[in-house]
């Protein structure tokens, strides 16, 4: 039987709330507040929701205006994959959605009975999405680093998720056991040629899925708080026109890769461009705004997921 525009105009409403319920992590009050209605109809809603299977352990029902903006993204950057979940206008930079999203991309790529390689960056998005992940059974697959997994003082890097996710999934994983940055290219160049390093880099360079966070470069880029570029680095690289970063791979508003400065000491796999395989950025929020730009006009992805305030924002420019 089909579904009158009413009916789903309420389905709609009823998966905005449980989303908001046990994604988000509001009250009933809350969520009464951020959907102009009275606390019985959110504390209505939130059931219906659950009543209706909207929501299991993940939200289960797209919310229409979320499929609009996901296609219209897709439309105008040519994506393989796009989602976007609700925003929570409240918390507009919060994860959570963006990470559930990933770890169910995560979870169905494992889940497949072909085996497949997987290659994820690190950061907060990525270390979310992955502790969202279900314990699971999955020898037949790989999954392996972008990125270093040593911080700048030497220690594992906080954010490193392949750990994590192998542990969670039993699949047979291979970190990238070198410094985000080293002190030269001399000595990058150098580093390269180890049989271990050189090894993981070819199994990233065939991976069926790369999953990604996209970066913010200004004074509040990730990389220049947490250490590993001095505040002289980040300003010669913002010279040079660096608006955001994946995997430490510094680009500029086109989304073209910068041929100097800290990306000549860094270890990453390099980004191919355009991106071949199912590459995936997951980020949210005004500030990533401006990099997710650059690197859905650079082609260094091909899938986004972002949240409903993001994806029309992208949409505008």
């Known amino acids: 039987m089909a579904v009158s525009d009413n009916e789903r105009s309420r389905l709609d409403d009823a998966a905005r709330a ?54 219209r993204l897709t439309e105008k950057y040519g994506l393989r994959f796009c989602e976007v979940v609700p925003t929570d206008a409240a918390a507009p930079t919060a994860v959570a959605g963006v990470a559930e999203r990933a770890a169910a991309l995560l979870e169905a790529t494992l889940r497949a009975e072909k085996p497949a390689i997987i290659a994820i960056g690190t950061g907060r998005t990525m270390r979310a999405a992955v502790e ?17 997994n040593i911080s700048p003082d030497g ?117 191919p461009i355009p991106a071949k395989a199912l590459t995936v950025g997951a980020a949210v929020g005004p500030s990533k705004v401006v990099p997710i730009r650059a690197a859905l006009k650079g082609r260094v992805i091909n899938g986004l997921i972002t949240d409903e305030a993001t994806a029309q924002a992208l949409l505008k420019g």
Request: include cysteine; glycine fraction near 6%; proline fraction near 5%.
């Open 18 to 71: 449980g989303w908001l319920y046990y994604i988000a992590g509001n009250t009933q009050d809350e969520i009464a507040k951020k959907l102009k209605v009275s606390r019985a109809t959110a504390q209505r809603l939130v059931s219906l929701c659950l009543s209706e299977r909207l929501i299991t352990f993940r939200l289960e029902h797209p919310i229409a205006a979320c499929m609009e903006l996901a296609a």
């Open 155 to 271: 220690s594992a890097s906080f954010y490193d998720t392949l750990a994590r996710l192998a542990d969670l999934t039993k699949a047979r994983h291979y970190p990238m056991p070198l410094p985000v940055f080293l002190a030269s290219d001399a000595e990058r160049q150098q580093v390269m040629k180890i049989a271990p390093v050189s090894r993981v880099r070819a199994l990233a360079e065939k991976a069926d899925l790369r999953l990604v966070g996209i970066g913010q470069f200004d004074l509040n880029a990730q990389v220049f708080l947490d250490g590993f570029i001095s505040r002289e680095e980040l300003l010669e690289m913002l010279r040079m026109g660096a608006v955001g970063e994946v995997t430490a791979w510094a680009m500029d508003a086109d989304g073209h890769v910068l041929p100097g400065g800290t990306n000549k000491r860094l270890t990453s796999v390099p980004l």
């Open 132 to 148: 969202q992940i279900a314990p699971m059974d999955c020898p037949n697959h790989q999954v392996v680093s972008l990125v270093g």
